[in-house]
Structures are given as C-alpha cells and as structure tokens.
C-alpha cells in the first residue's frame, strides 16, 4: 500500500514544512531579542565608592568624617575645651557631590546637605577636609 500524503485534498507535508519554516522564522526573530536582555549590566560592580575612607579637618578641633557601607560617621573633638561630639547618617554618593542626611538633633527633623570632593578634598560649606 502507497502512502498517500494528502488528506482532505491538502498536502499534509508541505503543510508540515509551511508550519515549521513559521516556527524557525519566529525563532530567530527572537534570538536577538533574548541576546539583548540575557545579562545583566556588571557596571554596578565598579561604581566609585567612599566605603572605608576617612576625611579629616583640623581647622577649630579635629573633624572627621568616616563612610562605611553607605552610612557615615561624624566626629567632632574641641581640643581647647576637652569637648567631643558625634552624629550619624546615610549618604549617597554621585561622583564628585556627596549628599548627607541625618536628624537634625535639634529641630529633630530630616536634614540633606551636599559636598563635593576633588581628588583628596571634600568640600563641605566652607570647610575642607583631606583624605586620610
């Protein structure tokens, strides 16, 4: 007995390759796309960072302040009356302007204020501090 490759008077072969040339088509219609959209961006992973740096003005006292993760350290030393202070907060950093925030002790609000750093000074107000 032959094998007849037509039913209802449609050539189930060609029909065959007709389906699979559209399921190849649509195939590579989307291999650029899933090409494109695979990784993830690894620019993150070199990101300037202030974690583990210490900045140190001596103008008045001794003031430094310490970044780690992404919080920083404020410390205040008055060496002529034996006085010390400390505040804490989190930062944000976008090469070169560094943004502060933490509670204002005494208004006991929010409070932002920016600096900047070229090089191995961080400008904060009117006062500069050094990279240690």
């Known amino acids: 007995m032959e094998h007849n490759p037509y039913f209802c008077g449609v050539n189930i072969i060609t029909l065959k390759q007709e389906i699979m040339k559209k399921y190849l088509f649509m195939l590579l219609a989307m291999l650029p796309l899933m090409m494109f959209t695979a990784c993830s961006s690894n620019d993150d992973t070199n990101a300037p960072t202030l974690d583990g740096t210490t ?33 804490k907060g989190t930062y944000t950093y976008d090469p070169p302007f560094v ?19 070229d090089g191995n000074q ?9 990279k240690k």
Request: aromatic share 14%.
């Open 55 to 87: 900045w140190v003005n001596e103008e008045d006292g001794i003031k430094t302040i310490t970044f780690q993760g992404n919080t920083f350290t404020f410390h205040y030393i008055n060496t002529e009356y034996g006085e010390s202070d400390t505040d």
């Open 99 to 117: 943004n502060f925030t933490a509670i204002n002790r005494e208004t006991n609000k929010v409070e932002t204020q920016s600096g900047r750093i």
């Open 122 to 130: 961080l400008s904060f107000g009117e006062l500069i501090y050094k």
